[in-house]
């Protein structure tokens, strides 16, 4: 079954800009992460925020929490034309290490 | 840094055949983590193991079993395959206890 939502479905920027991608999940969580996956290609790990943190930043990368809103965002500043991909964000719970995925949003960015 | 190896890559099998993937985990991880990625689909648990024993299982079919062997890698073998498998299957590796998993790049499976 899946935990977590994503909007938008897909989502078209330019280059330059920041995007805005954000995440909705149902249970209560332990850790919330986020991963890249170029078309067809392995997940990369991108950030971790632990239920009792509310914001985490690496490098353009900011990610917010919200527990009792059950959502999360990620932003990516200043976009660059790299950056293009399906970004994913996963919940596991407490004494559950598995992950359980959103459906994903599509960024492409435009040069 | 090592990163986990899966193999192979890419895959081609005839609908009734067996398949076996592999996961190379990160040195000093001991816990593999198999989930399964559909056309436009986010990926989806399979089953997991940490020191070599089945510590969680998800929507796994039957026909697909795994197991992980004393250096710590693992293998799914997957049997009486369906045009419906065909699909990237990942791999990922983590410190038991860490909920921070690193995954493989993945292996493509076609079934024809």
């Known amino acids: 079954s899946q935990q977590g939502e994503e909007d938008p479905q897909a989502l078209s920027i330019q280059e330059g800009e920041n995007a805005t991608m954000n995440c909705s999940y149902k249970t209560s969580i332990n850790n919330l992460q986020w991963y890249r996956q170029n078309s067809g290609r392995g997940l990369v790990h991108l950030i971790l925020i632990r239920s009792n943190e509310r914001e985490k930043h690496s490098g353009r990368l900011r990610v917010t929490l919200d527990t009792s809103k059950k959502s999360s965002s990620l932003l990516i500043t200043a976009s660059r034309a790299a950056d293009t991909a399906s970004y994913f964000c996963?919940?596991?719970?407490?004494?559950?290490?598995?992950?359980?995925f959103g459906t994903g949003t599509r960024l492409t960015i435009i040069p | 840094a090592a990163g986990v190896i899966q193999s192979p890559r890419h895959l081609i099998k005839e609908k009734r055949e067996t398949a076996t993937l592999k996961c190379y985990p990160i040195?000093?991880?001991?816990?593999v983590y198999w989930y399964q990625q559909g056309p436009g689909q986010d990926p989806q648990f399979l089953i997991s193991f940490y020191e070599k024993m089945q510590s969680d299982k998800g929507s796994i079919p039957d026909r697909f079993s795994a197991q992980q062997f004393s250096d710590y890698h693992s293998e799914l073998n997957m049997s009486s395959l369906e045009l419906g498998d065909s699909a990237l299957y990942f791999c990922a590796s983590s410190i038991g206890g860490s909920t921070e998993a690193f995954f493989g790049q993945g292996t493509r499976l076609t079934v024809v």
């Open positions: 040195p000093r991880h001991d816990t």
């Open positions: 996963a919940t596991d719970s407490f004494g559950n290490e598995k992950l359980t």
